[in-house]
Structures are given as structure tokens and as C-alpha cells.
């Protein structure tokens, strides 16, 4: 299983940007997914998390300005991200929680995607 984030880059504060995470391998269904995110010196936190029924949390640093959502049909999550500030630079990490064919489950990472926010 292997998932892979895309769509970090430099942007101005106020600015947008769109971050996809796809999920690939013999899977069985996704539950949850989620993005966290780890600035330099920080612990990794969850920015925002998607129960495969569409159900959604958000961090309070990001409610009104971030949107996640998914595409269940291809195993994708997404993270808009609107009014950008210079304290959301950090990486961003995507994270599935996946049932495998044998009925298991087991918790997936990307590899992180670089998320800059000029002031």
C-alpha cells in the first residue's frame, strides 16, 4: 500500500492551495483519512480527518479556511486550503486507515509534501 501526497509548494499569504493524496495497492477499503501537518520544531498534528461516510474534523487553527474532502470511488483525499498564513508552512502528511483482503486494518503514511506560506 503506498500513498502518495502532492500539491505543497510556496505560496503568499492569502493564497490557496489544493493537496491530493492518493492510496494504491490491494486494498479492501479505506476508513478514515486524514492530513496532519509538522512545522520545524513542532510535533506532528492533525489538521483535519474524513470518515469514508463524509463525516469531518478540523483543527480550530484551520476551521472556515481549510476543506478536506475524498473521492471514495478513487481511494483519494484532498485538502483545500484557503487564506493561507505564514504559520501554516510546514509539511503535510496524508494518513488512511486501511482494511486490507485479509480484513485487517493497519494505519498508512505519505511521504509529506512541503507547504511554504510567504508573509
Known amino acids: 500500500v503506498q500513498l502518495q501526497a502532492s500539491g505543497g509548494g510556496l505560496v503568499q499569504a492569502g493564497g490557496s492551495l489544493r493537496l491530493s493524496c492518493v492510496t494504491s495497492?490491494?486494498?479492501?477499503?479505506?476508513?478514515?483519512m486524514g492530513w496532519y501537518r509538522q512545522a520545524p520544531g513542532k510535533q506532528r498534528e492533525l489538521v483535519a480527518d474524513?470518515?469514508?461516510?463524509?463525516?469531518?474534523n478540523y483543527a480550530d487553527s484551520v476551521k472556515g479556511r481549510f476543506t478536506i474532502s475524498r473521492d471514495n470511488a478513487k481511494n483519494t483525499v484532498y485538502l483545500q486550503m484557503n487564506s493561507l498564513k505564514p504559520e501554516d508552512t510546514a509539511v503535510y502528511y496524508c494518513?488512511?486507515?486501511?482494511?486490507?483482503?485479509?480484513?485487517?486494518?493497519?494505519?498508512?503514511w505519505g511521504q509529506g509534501t512541503r507547504v511554504t506560506v510567504s508573509s
Open positions: 494518513n488512511a486507515e486501511v482494511r486490507m483482503l485479509t480484513m485487517r486494518t493497519y494505519d498508512y
Open positions: 495497492g490491494s486494498i479492501f477499503s479505506i476508513s478514515a
Open positions: 474524513i470518515t469514508s461516510g463524509g463525516r469531518t
